[in-house]
């Protein structure tokens, strides 16, 4: 037991680094910088630079384009990204649907999908949530049914209303939980359907969100006509695809990486201002006794999150001890983002990201949207499966209750 | 970076586990810690001379299993989950500590008393007022010609009933609680003008208060520099820290497993009271508590040995712990019900015990503040 990086490891940190100092796209830094809204090629800009490299699926099996990292480089490489503010790759296409196709899809369908997921040519969004079906995903309504066209090929005719779709505004494709036998038990009458997003029928309408954003969206589809070969695994067994897509998507919400650099922001920023009695904010008794219980906080959760790499490197997959990981990881993201606002004091109010498009910023330049991250941030504890259905599942399937 | 147990590592913990499941069930121990002398003699010869695990954390030179923390952390793990009384924490992890790291000239023959099963240390460093500051020290150590003379009253010293040495920490100089003026001695207990009261506490172990009134000492006693032993004395319990850490975990693991077993079994309104969402909810936090910690008591045990991270992550690992014996502990009697106020359910005795380590070595608070120094600067 030991924390030691080996001389390869430490030389991959450098390459890592370096690679990340000479092709991160300085017009991507400075969008970011500036925290307007994202454009759809600048959302993609990094994802195809390291799409080239070789680096973008580091979680794919090696023959499919994975890098092949050992856990402890999968980290380094977390890490180092995390240093540097790099855009999180878009999850949809590379973490959530590419691990159902190649588990579950048909050789044909890895040839024509993957490619493009990798790539970045493709922009996918997700149709799980409906406005019924939320924690009870199982009890979605959306029908498909089969038919035997004029052309003489099947097709799916899909009805219903898909929500929470984030950035469904830029997406190409989707892929989509669909009712196909409404009289089978809720989880066995599910089919897994992808459904270009240009098909007539798909209508994407903006959700703005509390914090005034633009990012999820409702979709609705009406007589909407799908290939029957746009399904991947059996008709009525898409429960199972669905299934293993959300251990999938917990694995990565720890978010460690980027809470140690947030932590160290939020260091940065209850250093220069100032508590009541005029000292540095992180010098008050009470605040800095927040602060240490937090970074003590992350550090369980960076070694219990380090104790699940180590086991699934050993062989077993993301299991359902995950959901500790989502847990604890988006309590974390939330309480730095609570105490980053309370830090900043009266310039947390300042709304300043008008429809206009104008920026000026009044008080210090930290302050600007922290409300914003905080408010769009309560989020991360309801999707995903929210905590309370992480504890559900814990409860089932790790302590047998 | 590895997280795997080496063989030698998985086989001490499948011996100390075997031989506890033989012969430390929970009746046996509380028939024994109910009357005197409240251990048992017979259990430390065997992990002496059966089981050899008295040698754990030594040099194979020093005749010890060539292991370290990570080989105590084991032990004391497997400790915690039968709620051995036995002092190993006193005489393996800090007598051997202080022995091992301050190059003292008889620590091999001391050392070597200590695997064999002869040698049993106290650790005596708390004082009545001097709550959870290892350097706010009454007790003093005077030179006298070559040796010192030891006065002084030490609070609360664990294991002291069995020792048969006490390490001992003194102000040889300065003020109260500064930090330069602290040595650390080696004290035979049976020594001329040492005194104790001896007594059981609440969680099954038994203590002593220590007086020493005029002690003469050799200059052999002293352990570690003259006057600049508090960062040896800190070294220590800071791995002390992390091995009560691993103990933690043990106990933490049957307070969780325990209330699982007992809800699954235990039933109202016609169901199990496991069926209930709001339970279950609490055993999810209670797992998630169990799960941290032992996360935490890993980073402890691999820190430890690295002096830049060392105090920092026992601080942290004590903050956790600390916090998680409260919470699975307590919640574990919640869920028990009124069986859980009973004196005959275990579940009530590992409680009592995750209590006492909430504060051992420092409060929450304590090293919420020490951590705070350490990762953040000096507060205004």
């Known amino acids: 037991m030991n924390l030691d990086f080996t001389p390869e490891e430490n030389t991959f940190r450098e390459e890592v680094r370096t690679f990340i100092k000479e092709n991160y796209p300085a017009a991507l830094r400075k969008a970011q910088d500036e925290g307007r809204p994202l454009t759809k090629d600048e959302y993609l800009m990094w994802h195809k630079i390291l799409a080239k490299k070789g680096w973008v699926a580091p979680g794919w099996p090696k023959e499919l384009g994975g890098t092949g990292w050992t856990p402890t480089q999968k980290y380094i490489w977390s890490e180092e990204t995390a240093r540097a503010d790099c855009l999180p790759i878009l999850p ?194 009470f605040f800095r006794r927040k602060v240490a219980e937090l970074e003590i906080d992350l550090t369980a959760l960076e070694f219990t999150e380090l104790r699940t790499l180590a086991g699934e490197s050993s062989g077993k997959g993301p299991g359902p001890e995950s959901s500790i990981l989502k847990i604890k990881g988006t309590e974390i993201q939330q309480r730095l983002q609570e105490l980053a606002l309370e830090a900043v004091g009266h310039y947390g109010a300042p709304f300043l990201r008008d429809l206009s498009g104008s920026n000026a910023t009044v008080g210090p330049d930290y302050a600007d949207g922290l409300a914003g991250e905080m408010f769009n941030g309560r989020k991360t504890s309801i999707y995903g499966g929210s905590n309370e259905i992480q504890r559900n599942i814990i409860a089932k399937m790790v302590l047998g209750l | 970076m590895d997280f795997s147990f080496t063989e030698e590592q998985s086989m001490l913990r499948d011996t100390v586990a075997a031989y506890l499941a033989d012969h430390y069930d929970f009746d046996k121990r509380r028939a024994v810690v109910t009357k005197e002398p409240g251990w048992r003699p017979e259990v430390w010869k065997a992990f002496a001379e059966e089981l050899g695990i008295l040698g754990a954390p030594f040099s194979e030179e020093l005749g010890g299993l060539g292991g370290g923390a990570i080989d105590n952390m084991v032990v004391m793990e497997e400790f915690g989950k039968a709620l051995v009384v036995e002092p190993y924490l006193g005489t393996v992890v800090i007598g051997g500590g202080f022995l091992k790291h301050s190059g003292h000239a008889g620590a091999a023959d001391l050392i070597g008393g200590i695997i064999g099963g002869t040698n049993i240390f106290a650790f005596a460093y708390a004082e009545p007022k001097g709550r959870y500051n290892l350097a706010a020290l009454e007790t003093t150590a005077k ?93 220590v319990v800071d791995e002390a820290i992390a091995a009560t850490c691993a103990e933690a975990c043990g106990v933490l693991r049957k307070l969780h497993e325990g209330t699982l077993e007992y809800t699954k079994q235990r039933k109202q309104f016609g169901q199990p009271i496991s069926s209930f969402q709001v339970l279950q909810h609490r055993m999810v936090d209670m797992f998630i508590n169990v799960e941290q910690a032992v996360s935490m008591t890993y980073m402890a045990n691999i820190k430890v040995t690295d002096d830049a991270e060392r105090a920092k992550a026992a601080s942290a690992a004590k903050v956790q712990i600390g916090k998680a014996c409260r919470f699975v502990g307590q919640n574990a009697i919640q869920l028990h019900g009124g069986m859980g106020m009973t004196d005959e359910m275990a579940i009530g005795h590992y409680f009592k015990r995750a209590t006492m380590i909430e504060t051992a070595f420092g409060s929450v608070d304590h090293h919420l503040a020490r951590y705070e120094f350490l990762s953040l600067g000096a507060a205004a």
């Open chain 1, 92 to 285: 949809f296409g590379m973490s959530m649907l590419a691990p159902v196709i190649y588990t579950f899809g048909t050789d044909e369908q890895k040839k024509t999908f993957l490619p493009d997921i990798y790539n970045g040519d493709v922009w996918w969004c997700q149709g799980y949530s409906e406005p019924g079906a939320g924690s009870d995903l199982a009890s979605l309504k959306t029908k498909a049914e089969r038919i035997t066209a004029d052309d003489g090929k099947e097709y799916y005719i899909v009805n219903g209303q898909k929500t929470w779709t984030t950035l469904g505004q830029h997406a190409d494709w989707g892929f989509f939980l669909v009712r196909t036998d409404p009289d089978a038990k809720p989880q066995s009458g599910i089919s897994f359907l992808l459904i270009d997003m240009k098909t007539p029928g798909i209508e994407v309408r903006p959700i703005i969100t509390l914090e005034g954003g633009h990012e999820v969206n409702d979709v609705f589809l009406d007589n909407v006509k799908v290939p029957v070969e746009n399904r991947i695994f059996h008709e009525n067994q898409g429960w199972t695809c669905a299934k293993a897509l959300l251990a999938h998507e917990r694995s990565g919400i720890a978010g460690v990486a980027r809470s140690k650099r947030n932590l160290e922001k939020l260091r940065t920023i209850a250093n220069t201002e100032r508590s009541d009695t005029g000292s540095a904010l992180l010098s008050d008794s």
């Open chain 2, 143 to 235: 030179k006298d010609g070559a040796g010192w003379v030891l006065n002084g009253h030490k609070a609360v010293v664990i294991g002291a009933p069995f020792a048969t040495h006490l390490i001992v920490t003194a102000r040889t100089a300065g003020g109260p609680r500064d930090a330069q003026g602290i040595s650390v001695f080696l004290v035979e207990k049976g020594a001329k003008g040492v005194t104790t009261r001896d007594y059981p506490t609440v969680d099954g172990l038994r203590a002593s208060e220590v007086y020493f009134e005029n002690v003469s000492l050799g200059a052999d006693a002293l352990i570690g520099p003259a006057d600049n032993g508090l960062p040896l004395v800190e070294k």
